[in-house]
């Protein structure tokens, strides 16, 4: 089983002081509706293909989910898993998860997306550049650099300017 240190995405310019995010990625996902395809290449971002999941070791990373335990603060050094897929997907990509890995499921709560979606998002569901950016304010490390290709960028921090406030800097 690869570590995620020695998959070919990982490199000396991820291993940042900065939280880190792993996305395990539905490349069937329209690249038009695709929210974070421009972070490819970002620091602390880490691209993981979904059909090479058995390849991966999760272990020891906390696992973003809609049912996890809302999060008010987090390490710079955490690493997170997240799933970007549809929510039809993304349900079979969690049970393959737990099936194999006893992750601590995490959530962001308290932000409202601007994502026109469709119906079968969980109530508290972000798109993914919506919950990295989220991860990152509470990781203390604003990064509006997130937002660089974000069509809805204005929409959502209009739509969270009461929520996002000086104690998440």
């Given at each position: 089983?690869?570590?995620?240190?020695?998959?070919?995405?990982?490199?000396?310019?991820?291993?940042?002081?900065?939280?880190?995010?792993?996305?395990?990625?539905?490349?069937?996902?329209?690249?038009?509706?695709?929210?974070?395809?421009?972070?490819?290449?970002?620091?602390?971002?880490?691209?993981?293909?979904?059909?090479?999941?058995?390849?991966?070791?999760?272990?020891?990373?906390?696992?973003?989910?809609?049912?996890?335990?809302?999060?008010?603060?987090?390490?710079?050094?955490?690493?997170?898993?997240?799933?970007?897929?549809?929510?039809?997907?993304a349900k079979r990509m969690y049970n393959r998860i737990e099936q194999k890995f006893?992750?601590?499921?995490?959530?962001?709560?308290?932000?409202?997306?601007?994502?026109?979606?469709?119906?079968?998002?969980?109530?508290?569901?972000?798109?993914?550049?919506?919950?990295?950016?989220?991860?990152?304010?509470?990781?203390?490390?604003?990064?509006?650099?997130?937002?660089?290709?974000?069509?809805?960028?204005?929409?959502?921090?209009?739509?969270?300017?009461?929520?996002?406030?000086?104690?998440?800097?």
């Open positions: 089983m690869e570590t995620l240190e020695n998959h070919k995405g990982f490199s000396a310019r991820s291993r940042t002081s900065s939280a880190r995010g792993f996305i395990l990625k539905d490349y069937k996902e329209s690249a038009k509706k695709c929210s974070i395809i421009s972070l490819k290449g970002k620091s602390g971002i880490d691209f993981l293909d979904r059909l090479k999941f058995d390849e991966y070791d999760f272990s020891g990373m906390l696992l973003l989910h809609p049912d996890g335990e809302p999060i008010i603060k987090i390490s710079k050094n955490e690493k997170i898993l997240l799933v970007d897929s549809n929510w039809r997907k006893n992750l601590p499921k995490i959530s962001v709560n308290g932000f409202k997306s601007a994502y026109p979606w469709k119906a079968g998002r969980p109530e508290n569901g972000l798109c993914s550049i919506e919950v990295l950016w989220t991860l990152k304010l509470i990781a203390g490390e604003r990064d509006d650099s997130l937002f660089e290709n974000y069509r809805w960028k204005k929409e959502f921090l209009e739509l969270n300017k009461n929520t996002i406030t000086a104690s998440h800097l």
